[in-house]
């Protein structure tokens, strides 16, 4: 499986984040939970939210306000959506799989960078 992240590169503060990521070399309908996680300059990674091969979706409590994801089956693309932004929501954004049953993400995606700027 291979995963390519897409998004706005710079924004505005309050404006709302749309994230692509594109799927080849499977299906988002495959038996996997399809994840997005970001990195801020200078911290670690942070789990947003995924949705399921079923089309379930659960988010961390931190992003649970603003964020959704959804998935296109026609295109084979998950995406993101975070309302809201501001300078804190500046990262690099991963998609990333991970099987049922295993604790770690198994495919990546090489990151979008999103800064947020006014």
């Known amino acids: 499986v291979q995963l390519q992240e897409s998004g706005p590169g710079l924004m505005k503060p309050s404006q709302t984040l749309s994230l692509t990521c594109n799927v080849s070399?499977?299906?988002?309908?495959?038996?996997?939970?399809w994840n997005w996680i970001r990195q801020a300059p200078g911290k670690g990674l942070e789990w947003m939210g995924v949705?399921?091969?079923?089309?379930?979706?659960h988010f961390s409590p931190s992003f649970k306000s603003r964020t959704s994801i959804s998935r296109d089956t026609s295109k084979n693309q998950i995406s993101l959506q975070m309302t809201s932004v501001t300078a804190e929501d500046t990262a690099l954004y991963y998609c990333?799989?991970?099987?049922?049953?295993?604790?770690?993400?198994?495919?990546w995606g090489q990151g979008t960078q999103v800064t947020v700027s006014s």
């Open positions: 070399g499977g299906s988002v309908t495959d038996r996997y939970y």
């Open positions: 990333a799989t991970r099987l049922p049953g295993e604790t770690y993400f198994g495919f």
């Open positions: 949705i399921n091969f079923d089309g379930d979706t």
